[in-house]
């Protein structure tokens, strides 16, 4: 069963930033569509009756007070990032607005 | 997300636009508006990072609000507090249940790659905000919701020539701002605004900012971003006189454009308006509006085009796994609801009430935008009634002239109530305590400290007083013996000369009195 087009894995890529080849586009529409069929099989499950859970755990209200923790120095903030200057992470500019 | 920014001002020159009586005179406004709200937190939504303004760079993140792998969120309780509290004083219902989601897009402000928000389950729904207009009658804007979320970091763009992003050539990302706990509030749509759709949006976050401020749930300052507004203008066909009327709400909506980061109360009314003048041009050039984000530049006063909505808005939002939902209960919602402070028009009410002034006056300063000043400069030890003088004349004057909140001119409360002291003790005149408001406004310090500087004091001492009368009253035998003569408004010429003499020092009743002593004592 395909449910994905072409065009939905080349909005998809865009969504994310990924650039695809056409033959890569091709080959991912294959292997999402794989993806998607096994998903397919849980979706078979009977849930009539069953509540939706977007959390295994029955908790609510986890909090914490608002007291502040020691941060990161900026050195330590930018020690991992592959670009950095004037004590600010430096990214390849991209289009859009602030 | 769409990559090219696309352009629909033909061939990049300014829009059209009709005149305002004109769109207002053909098409019926709706507004919806969003502002966004930093809470005063001290720490931010997730993590326990501070939140101060102004820190250097990347000194305030830690592991999640810098998206770092592996990293949990805890929901700060305070952030909690502060947006069911926004939603009371709203009117809102408060959500039994509810989660925050997360919306996702791809852009280097939010490191995680998406913002934690909350999506079709807002903590706070369905409510309204009464505002006060400045002819005296009250509009109700009708309240969507009240969500919570976190700001995002802050980008410089490097290499372009205006610190926008076109023809940057990187950005550098500061992520201090990321993290801190923001409530979005919309509006629903507001129709029956007609010609006063510009005012009513002013007024409306002018309400708003207000009412956050007496919550004490923001320092809601405009110019440092911590009250933002999205303006969402519609134009629709007008039908009839009315813009209330059943016939009028029937009319389907039109194309609305979002103008973004609209970031003072004037700049609020000013983009509105552009933007109802610049549909109304479309429109009548029987052209369509596109459905898309607007750039409000402040200098010009007019907007221009941004993003286009549809594919921005592909946020596949989903439930945010890592943080349990939040279910306030009924006893929390009403001990929060029983601490809120005394609701603004009610305490407008009462301040009126104490500081006895007039429905004119009270109203005047409202829309002047000073109830809060005034009352703080009151607590500070001014007259109610020199406190209004200067609020509510002078400086609103001025911030209105230059075109600034009455909150951000540079003088405090207690500036003024000194100044008031100044005039009530009468070490100042009338037109003296102007230049002292001057040089407070130029930065010279207190208004004492501006008196000495510059000299400035009511001539008390009578025998130098005196002396600069009988100097000029020798000097002008005419006019004495006009006076003398019965015609007592010759004095005038004479006072004048004796301010002259005395720098405008004297106190000029007194002068009078002087002159009219010496020269005809039977008439004074």
Partial sequence: MSTLSRDDVAHLASLARIALSDAELDRMCGELDVILDAVATVQQAPTEGVEPMSHPMPLTNVTRPDEVKPSLTAGEALSGAPEAESDRFSVPRILDED | MSDAPVSYAPSGGPDEVCSYEDTVAAYDPVLGLEVHVELGTKTKMFCGCPTEFGADPNTQVCPVCLGLPGALPVVNETGVESAIKIGLALNCEIATWCRFARKNYFYPDMPKNFQTSQYDEPIAFNGWLDVLLEDGSTYRVPIERAHMEEDTGKSTHVGGATGRIHGADYSLVDYNRAGIPLIEIVTKPMTGVGDRAPEIAKAYVGALRDLLRALGVSDVKMEQGSLRCDANVSLRAKVGDDPGSEAQQEVPLGTRTETKNVNSLRSVERAVRYEMTRHAAVLSAGQTIVQETRHW???????????????????????????????????????????????????????????????????????????????ATVAAGATPAGARKWWGGELARRANADGRDLGDMGVTPAAIAQLDGLVQSGRLNDSMARQVLDGVLAGEGMPLHVADARGLAVVQDDGALTEAVNTVLAANPDLVDKIRAGKVQAAGALIGQVMKATKGQADAAKVRQLIMDTVAPEQG
């Fill in chain 2, 297 to 375: 530049h402040e200098d010009t006063g007019v907007t221009t085009s941004g993003r286009v909505k549809s594919d921005a808005e592909d946020y596949r939002y989903f439930p945010e796994p890592d943080l349990v939902p939040i279910a306030p209960d009924r006893e929390w919602v009403e001990r929060l609801r029983a601490s809120l402070p005394e609701p603004p028009a009610q305490r407008r009410r009462r301040l009126q009430e104490t500081w006895g002034f007039s429905d004119l006056e009270m109203r005047d300063v409202v829309n002047a935008g000073a109830v809060e000043l005034i009352e």
